[in-house]
């Protein structure tokens, strides 16, 4: 049963466009989530995330909106740039997780900024 | 700055071989991880360590064996490896409530 799901595998956006990457989870008990971002052969690195108790948190070119009632999160990039191009992963943190932040992933959305 | 330490980078191993995985981080986290990627899978937990000293299953941990060696040390065990092992291996490390740092992942493939 997957929990947070990256219903798009791909995506290709022109350089100077808005990408906006989609992500749906299905727990309720998630309160924190989070965007990495992945370059081949590389581990994933953090981009940004937001609480439950938000519904925007923004950073630079990146932003992330939530939308609580829907179990939908998005991730916004503008301007993209070609740099951005990279997979990106979705993550969601539950509230039993004690001191280990245990993340759920969803499967991945790669995303290609063309010149 | 090092963060998360992997190795080996690339394995490749016979069915039946066992290997072990290290991972080390020098940020001084409690928390350590380990996932495994597939394709059009995500990346999965297979165990983790909360703190120094204890461990836990995470989503997948059928097949694996782990070690907290110490605070800085977190290993993965494939006691017998099978073809279904085949993956790539990242370890993380975390200080609550700061997100998880990644190593560059071990690339594992069992004939």
Sequence with gaps: ?115 | NAGVTQTPKFQVLKTGQSMTLQCAQDMNHNSMYWYRQDPGMGLRLIYYSASEGTTDKGEVPNGYNVSRLNKREFSLRLESAAPSQTSVYFCASSVWPQPQHFGDGTRLSIL
């Design chain 1, 1 to 115: 049963d997957q929990q947070v799901k990256q219903n798009s595998p791909s995506l290709s956006v022109q350089e100077g466009r808005i990408s906006i990457l989609n992500c749906d989870y299905t727990n309720s008990m998630f309160d924190y989530f989070l965007w990495y971002k992945k370059y081949p052969a590389e581990g994933p690195t953090f981009l940004i995330s937001i609480s439950s108790i938000k519904d925007k948190n923004e950073d630079g070119r990146f932003t992330v909106f939530l939308n609580k009632s829907a179990k939908h999160l998005s991730l916004h990039i503008v301007p993209s740039q070609p740099g951005d191009s990279a997979v990106y992963f979705c993550a969601a943190r539950g509230t039993n997780t004690g001191t280990a932040s245990k993340l759920t992933f969803g499967t991945g959305t790669r995303l290609q900024v063309t010149l």
